[in-house]
């Protein structure tokens, strides 16, 4: 945590830098173009874990390239096991330099290089997933769900603000907050949105209904992190995640979804949290459980949902 990011005890999250943006109609200046954009992710981290699901369930996987960094970070920023292919860097923090010599924010995935450019074009983590959803159809394959149907924008933009200020940032700010209140705000806020979502999920299947939108992606990184990491590393023990009956199986149902399961690696989660965030954790060990079985059946079919999106 660099000082400005403490505020009274308060965590703040730095404003993201770049935030050029890549349009079909190439108007900004980054085209959509199949080969031309490299994701840069960590497995670890919630906000790149969006990204690749998206990328996963709409089959841009030739079309976007990824590049994954490793999951214990320095204070030189994150590194990449391998030089990168690509770009050759050995730190994120190359390509953010090489973009603005003068940058001084946090090297933070995700983010997006334009390999025509040769420059960093986004770590709008935001923008990401919804730049893949409506500007790259292009690429996206055949029978691909559409994460963000215009008719229920508004819905999904609301729900992902409480869910963002909540619980994606609301496990940070309690679990960065060094001092009480803080904190304790934090972590009330985001039990009350948990309880929202249990009852919202005891009758439909997904956020929106019957069909796997932007929200459920939004939703499932923190989720998939509960109980490993922030219900002990982020103090966020009012309950566990398997304590919630729909919300835990919603999960699941998520979860049985490759998109979702095949990109969740709770070894890269636990490894980055407790290892990397001495601040957290001085010692760096990394707890061996919880033991949480993943894989039972959900139940969710009964829902009336359109299922999981074949297979993806
Ligand atoms: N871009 C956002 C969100 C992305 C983000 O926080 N990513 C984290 C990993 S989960 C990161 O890359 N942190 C690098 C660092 O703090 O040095 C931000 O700047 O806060």
């Known amino acids: 945590m660099t000082a400005q990011e403490i505020e009274s005890g308060r965590f703040v999250r730095q404003a993201n830098r770049f935030t050029d943006t890549i349009t079909a109609d190439g108007s900004s200046g980054h085209p959509a173009e199949a080969g031309r954009y490299r994701l840069f992710v960590s497995y670890a981290c919630p906000w790149a874990h969006r990204s690749l699901i998206v990328r996963r369930l709409l089959g841009l996987e030739d079309a976007i390239g990824v590049g994954v960094v490793d999951p214990i970070r320095d204070e030189r920023g994150w590194r990449f096991p391998e030089p990168d292919p690509v770009t ?25 290089w334009d ?3 040769g420059r960093m ?7 990401i997933t919804t730049t893949m959803e409506t500007q790259f ?15 229920l924008r508004p819905e999904i933009d609301e729900l992902n603000e409480l869910v963002y200020t909540t619980v994606n ?4 700010r309690a679990g960065f907050a060094t001092a009480q209140e803080p904190y304790e705000k934090a972590f009330d806020a985001l039990f009350a949105t948990f309880d929202r979502l249990e009852e919202r999920l005891s009758d439909r299947r ?4 019957d069909a796997i939108t932007e929200a459920d992606v939004r939703l499932y990184p923190t989720l998939a992190r509960f109980d490993a990491v922030y219900h002990s590393h982020f103090k966020c023990n009012l309950r566990r995640l398997v304590d919630y009956p729909n919300l835990w199986a919603y999960a699941r149902d998520l979860y049985s979804v490759p998109a979702f399961g095949e990109t969740t690696d709770f070894d890269q989660i636990k490894r980055h949290y407790y290892v990397t965030q ?7 060990v990394v707890p061996k459980g919880p033991l949480i079985d993943w894989t039972a059946p959900h139940g969710r ?12």
């Open 115 to 117: 390999t025509a450019a």
């Open 121 to 127: 074009v986004t770590n709008d983590f935001p923008a």
């Open 278 to 284: 001495r601040n957290v954790n001085p010692s760096g």
């Open 88 to 112: 050759g860097a050995g730190f994120l923090s190359e390509l953010y330099l090489s973009t603005d010599p003068d940058y001084q924010g946090r090297y933070t995935v995700p983010c997006v």
């Open 169 to 172: 940032n609301g496990v940070y």
């Open 301 to 312: 079919e009964r829902l009336a949902g359109r299922g999981a999106p074949d297979g993806r």
């Open 137 to 151: 159809t292009a690429w996206h394959r055949p029978g691909a769900p559409d994460l963000y149907p215009e008719p």
């Open 206 to 209: 997904y956020l929106l209904g």
